[in-house]
């Protein structure tokens, strides 16, 4: 049965990982949900964030396949009930149809949404949630001029787990594995 996992992925940057990563999709004909890259807490170590629907055993044998690569750290996904988890939405729509409907107001207490900027003809409105969260402000605000919007990926956090070894001090294990092995 098919079900959303999240991918955690530590490596060090370098130039063409993120090919390289997402080849591993591609080969399997797997598409990427969601994908988000950004620093980690340890200074020199990235982050990937992979949201992928499909079964345990696929997404066992993708983190295996993540793992054989010479840049990667170490690779670990779970389910979005072990993780919290948010995505930002941002949203271009007409001043005008906002004035014309009460939609300041609205937004702010129903939809839990905040005005970023207001301009002359616009303004952008962010929403930060779960998708369908998200996904609902988005169908909410079609008849209301909405002029363009943009979404973010998936970013998370793994909770705390007892079975699983802190991941922060796995990733150190693993870098210093990985730094002995290549004075070898």
């Known amino acids: 049965m098919c079900k959303d996992f999240t991918i955690t992925v530590f490596t060090e940057n370098h130039i063409g990982l993120l090919n390289r990563i997402t080849s591993v999709f591609t080969r399997r004909h797997l ?7 950004s620093e980690s807490q340890i200074p020199g170590i990235h982050r990937f964030t992979i949201v992928l629907n499909t079964t345990e055993e696929i ?7 993540l793992e054989k690569q010479v840049e990667v750290i170490k690779a670990v ?6 993780t919290v988890f948010q995505e930002i939405t ?12 009460n939609l300041v107001e609205r937004l702010i207490r129903d939809k839990n949404a905040r005005i970023l ?10 929403k930060t949630g779960h998708k369908a969260e998200n996904d609902d402000l988005l169908e909410f605000l079609r008849p209301f001029g909405l002029i363009d919007y943009v979404k973010s990926g998936r970013v998370s956090l793994i909770k ?4 699983l070894k802190n991941l922060h001090e796995l990733v150190n294990e693993a870098r210093q ?5 290549s004075f070898n």
């Open 31 to 37: 598409n990427i949900e969601s994908l988000n890259t």
């Open 59 to 65: 997404v066992q044998k993708i983190v295996l396949q």
């Open 77 to 82: 996904y779970h389910l979005d009930e072990e």
């Open 90 to 101: 941002l949203f271009k729509v007409s001043v005008e149809q906002a004035a014309q409907h």
């Open 117 to 126: 900027s207001v301009e002359q003809d616009f303004m952008i409105i962010e």
């Open 160 to 163: 705390p787990d007892e079975e």
């Open 177 to 181: 594995a990985n730094n002995n092995q």
